[in-house]
């Protein structure tokens, strides 16, 4: 996606009172608190958009501040019912085509807004027709990431419908997922082979070895910037930090990093785990917990210590989530067929890429002609499309 340099001056929304762009570092205490509630009553739970994620996002990783968020309240004086960080870009795909597109980051896994439960078409059709009205937005909104056949999902797409369009797909994936009624020790054994928790045991007795083996987590209270300090250095060592797409390759991604942890520790989001070595740690995970789901939102290990598989048995360990009454299931935000997590956690979760249209005429034949264009080049390139090409703009 290639976002628009700037929102224009005149991009005052048609209804003020009903939806309202704000400035995420200058927070009204009222707004800031509605903010938070919201969280706690969204149909999705999505950690990365909640305050003490998205709005470090919005300060330090995106410096050219080409995007705006979104409030949506119902009506001109009621509550708000829904957030959403939106951008305009200026390309979708390959192709020179302006619309408006929900913003994201490389490290922002989900892509649902947070909105009120039972309220989700009430927002989609707020925030459509606010766009219909607005004179910067053209052709579509894009909504990357949404839970496939989630209320989010469903809303939009009886929106659509009900606004004389549709709500098209345009990209799916899927990722592990961790789902079950059953113990950790009946998932261990039923998911991995009983060579490879052979294997396992094998590889755990060697660690041990090597020293005293020990697991830790995080508790509150505790100092939380050993475990931050602690994980950067370990991924940074790894081949992210060869690549340089680790979290400390960058100041700004590390400062988020910093910023999110802390926040999430403040409000109670925060679940890290470690597997340590006399003292050293070889593997590290981090979750937000956000009942009734969790997201594993980043991994590490000693690539000196690999023949161990620390972070598989560290994985091992993690399915106590399983035990946490609170916690019906964990969104792994790894890559589609990730080589190791897809070995441990069964279940999958998929996630689609939704293209909705805007109401005006031209807009209309835009997004035809945009669908029928994106309907050839599947049909041509179907087993190697990827996200760079004109289906996912994102």
């Not at 897809?342 to 209309?364: G, T, Y």
């Amino acid at each position: 996606m290639t976002v628009h340099p700037a929102f224009p001056a005149n991009a005052a929304p048609a209804d003020p009172l009903t939806v309202r762009v704000v400035d995420p570092l200058a927070l009204s205490p009222e707004l800031a608190a509605a903010w938070d509630r919201l969280a706690a009553e969204a149909s999705e739970p999505n950690p990365f958009a909640e305050r003490w994620c998205l709005q470090s996002a919005l300060h330090l990783l995106d410096p050219e501040r080409h995007a705006r968020l979104v409030m949506v309240r119902d009506g001109s004086d009621g509550p708000v019912i829904g957030i959403m960080p939106i951008a305009l870009a200026t390309h979708y795909g390959r192709l020179p085509l302006r619309h408006v597109s929900g913003w994201s980051h490389p490290n922002h896994f989900h892509g649902a807004p947070l909105v009120r439960a039972g309220f989700e078409s009430l927002f989609w059709s707020i925030l459509l027709g606010w766009c219909d009205a607005a004179p910067w937005a053209r052709t579509l909104l894009h909504v990357p990431r949404l839970t496939e056949d989630g209320p989010l999902h469903r809303a939009l797409v009886d929106v659509a419908r009900v606004r004389g369009g549709e709500a098209e797909v345009v990209h799916r994936e899927e990722r592990a997922l961790l789902d079950s009624e059953l113990s950790p020790a009946e998932y261990w054994d039923a998911a991995v082979r009983a060579k490879k928790r052979k294997e396992l045991r094998r590889q755990a007795n060697r660690l041990a070895e090597q020293g005293a083996v020990r697991f830790r987590r995080w508790q509150a209270g505790e100092a939380i910037e050993p475990w931050i300090t602690a994980f950067l250095d370990l991924e940074a060592r790894g081949w992210k930090g060869r690549a340089g797409s680790a979290l400390a390759s960058h100041s700004g991604t590390q400062a988020w990093f910093r910023a999110i942890l802390a926040g999430a520790a403040e409000a109670g989001r925060l679940d890290m785990h470690a597997l340590d070595v006399d003292e050293r740690p070889l593997a590290m995970l981090i979750n937000f917990l956000v009942p009734p789901g969790g997201f594993s939102f980043k991994t590490a290990f000693d690539e000196d210590y690999a023949r161990f598989s620390p972070g598989v048995l560290l994985q091992q360990a993690n399915l106590d989530l399983l035990d946490d009454p609170a916690i019906a299931w964990v969104d792994s935000c790894a890559a589609p067929g990730h080589p190791m997590i897809d070995s441990v956690w069964r279940e999958r979760r998929a996630l689609v890429w939704v293209n909705a249209a805007l109401s005006a005429p031209a807009d209309r034949l835009r997004f035809a002609m945009l669908t029928k264009i994106e309907l050839l080049w599947r049909r041509w390139k179907a087993p190697t499309a990827t996200e760079d090409d004109v289906e996912s703009p994102s």
